[in-house]
């Protein structure tokens, strides 16, 4: 569900852009308060999996389709929002930047979409309202599935709701609308299954980290070094190994843009769009996650350059997390000695 900056006028952009500039903002200074020596790990180590994890698509039977996890919801659950919403942009803005994933003037958007819904509303009127009466595995089953299908369902919206006040003709609103719900709940309903199963793994590792009951996502007094290892060596093979063989079918924003315009993309207007694009070609290493020369590999062989962009993205997110997060412990304690 990464937009690309073609499908948003320049208007749009610049007002998601600060709308979410603005979230984030408030984020940071919510979490330089909840800084502890778990949480800035906790919150690398999750991101450089949602940056994998959001490499692997998988088909959706009977559609043509494929889809991958969001992984805000994740986010937030472990986190808490604010530091979930931090997470997501900081795997958003790799993906951007070096990958060419999602345009870098749509990045407002994408980022509001796959990171406000989540974390502002999913997660706390109907993740933390479900599990507060009804603390258990199949509790976290049902609200995770619930909390999934609903974050998408909203990011699908704004997407729609997005493309539709840029004036994008070649999108209307109502067949556009009809084809990215249902697909975006096929999507929703399989990244309510991955999420609770990751949650099921930590319940019985570290239920604590799910019980607390601060929302702010405090996290003091629990030793995350097994999680946390093998939350890194998932990623590792997600990235590393699983990448390669991610279903090549369009994900549901594509499959449904195709369905609705009968284009497999839409132009970019000059302008603006322009800068941004010739701007982003110098800044992606590895455009659509390979390198920019490379043939298609052979089926069934792992594409160096897929699983070099897997590790090294996965790497370079939970480096900018660890460094962000690092530079407000410091603000922070230099605050406390003024």
Partial sequence: MHMADALISPLVGGVMWSLSAGILGY??????????????????????????????????????????????ILLAILLGPYAGF??????????????????????????????????????????????SKRFSQKGILIASLLTSIIGLQLGSLGVVLETFLSGKTELPLGSFLLLMQPIHLAIGIIEGLVTAAILSYIYTERRELLERKSPSGIIKGISLRKV??????????????????????????????????GKEELGSPQGIHEVFSNLQEKTAVLPEY??????????????????????????????????????????KQRKKNI
């Avoid at 800035?40 to 996890?69: C, D, E, Y």
Wanted: glycine share 12%; aromatic share 12%; proline share 3%.
């Fill in 228 to 261: 946390l290892l093998i939350l890194m060596v998932a990623a590792l093979v997600l990235g590393g190994i699983l990448s390669s063989f991610a279903s090549e079918k369009p994900d549901g924003l594509e499959w449904a843009i195709f369905h609705t315009s």
């Fill in 86 to 131: 931090l997470t997501m942009a900081s795997v958003l803005m790799i993906q951007a930047l070096f990958f060419a994933d999602g345009g870098l003037l749509a990045l407002g958007c994408n980022l509001f979409n796959l990171g406000f819904f989540t974390c502002f509303i999913a997660y706390p009127l109907v993740y933390e309202a479900l599990v």
């Fill in 290 to 331: 390979d390198f920019k020369t490379t043939s298609e590999a052979p089926s069934r062989i792992i594409n160096r350059g897929t699983s070099l962009a897997g590790v090294g993205g996965g790497l370079l997110t939970l480096l900018l997390i660890s460094l962000f997060g690092y530079l407000l412990y410091v603000y």
């Fill in 27 to 72: 984020s940071i200074k919510k979490v330089q308060k909840e800084l502890n020596h778990n949480k800035v790990p906790l919150m690398a180590v999750m991101g450089a999996f949602v940056f994998a994890a959001q490499m692997i698509n998988f088909a959706i039977p009977l559609t043509g389709s494929s889809g991958h996890i969001g992984g805000g």
